[in-house]
């Protein structure tokens, strides 16, 4: 599905990257400076900067939408698990998605509330590039599930009579092996060049979590190749998945429109339409968030970490409320697992 393609393409650039690296950290090794060992030290999250003052405050919605979180992807799965009408590569997939966002949630929500009204700043050095790695790359990953809901869709629409031989439970295992696997290969030795760049200095990061571009500022190399390989690598997962996606969608409502009852056109859009609002509202705050940092001087330093936080945070507590409001499956599901039981009179 392009994926391994896409892979093999970040791995050659980040390892020429690598090589300019490793070239200048051994430069800067044989220089005098004020290094410390960075092994042995940590780093202080300094939260949202600016609103300081109001952390307190903004715990409370960061909280709730950790909650609602929380329950709706594990609803999600618990309904998946318990109604055998969901047993199907569709929901498999969606709860896929579901795992990926309370890794997401989780990963950062916890430490940002310590931050908030705790004033739990610190974080250990290897914990910073540990957070660091499963954010990038669970994002990847969801992008990687996105795209297999995609063909997921193209395949029950366009191919229906064939959807149970094509899209097999060891094909969706292998699937989602592919997707963790490109994520793993993108974003390990990204990591490790951070991790392995020489800090001195300040040890603060002027964001609410180990956000990759806002670490490497305190570096003393120069952190310009690292960025660019985050943003080349972000660009070729994105766009590989969403041309995959348009693609899918194109032939889906080809198919669609050529549908003769109206009723099954309308069920099949409405499937759609829930895995589109999904799209939109992973792909879209996410470029924004990446590019806002990259290239977005002008923007007020503050509007570029609410706008990360709001995109690991809003995607996991919309996703199931979308999935549970728009698809009639789902919506059956829980009503059948959580509404009120009809007894034999």
Aim: glycine share 6%.
């Amino acid at each position: 599905m392009g994926d391994r393609g896409g892979s093999l393409d970040d791995d050659l650039f980040c390892s020429f990257l690598l090589g300019h690296l490793e070239t200048n950290v051994f430069e800067m090794a044989l220089a005098p400076s004020n290094r410390t060992n960075s092994s042995s030290s940590s780093f202080s999250l300094m939260g949202i900067p600016g609103l300081e003052a109001s952390h307190v405050w903004m715990g409370i919605p960061f909280c709730s939408m950790y909650i609602i979180a929380l329950l709706g992807n594990s609803m999600i799965l618990l309904i998946v698990r318990l109604d055998q009408t969901l047993h199907e590569p569709m929901y498999y997939f969606l709860c896929m998605l579901a795992v990926i966002d309370l890794v997401m949630a989780t990963s950062i929500v916890p430490k940002m509330l310590g931050i908030f009204w705790l004033n739990s700043v610190e974080i250990a050095f290897d914990a910073c590039f540990t957070q660091m790695f499963f954010v990038h790359s669970v994002t990847a990953v969801e992008s990687g599930v996105l795209l297999a809901m995609a063909f997921d869709r193209y395949v029950a629409i366009c191919y229906p009579l064939r959807y149970q031989a094509i899209l097999t439970g060891q094909k969706v295992t292998q699937i989602g092996l592919a997707i963790l696997l490109r994520a793993a290969l993108v974003m390990t030795p990204v990591t490790w060049m951070v991790k392995h760049l020489p800090y001195c200095g300040s040890k603060v990061i002027a964001h609410s979590y180990c956000e990759q571009m806002a670490v490497v500022k305190l570096a003393c190399a120069d952190p310009q190749a690292i960025n660019q390989c985050g943003v080349v690598g972000s660009t070729l997962i994105v766009g590989t998945d969403t041309a995959f996606i348009s693609v899918s969608y194109g032939m889906i409502l080809r198919a669609v429109l050529r549908l003769a009852e109206k009723k099954a056109r309308l069920k099949a859009i409405g499937t759609c339409g829930s895995h589109l609002c999904v799209m939109l509202l992973y792909y879209v705050p996410g470029m924004a968030s990446i590019y806002t940092q990259s290239f977005g001087q002008g923007v007020a330093r503050r509007s570029q970490v609410l706008l990360a936080d709001l995109y690991l945070t809003l995607p996991p507590m919309l996703n199931p409320v979308i999935y549970s409001m728009r698809t009639k499956q789902v919506k059956d599901a829980v009503l059948k697992v959580f509404g009120p039981k009809k007894h034999p009179v």
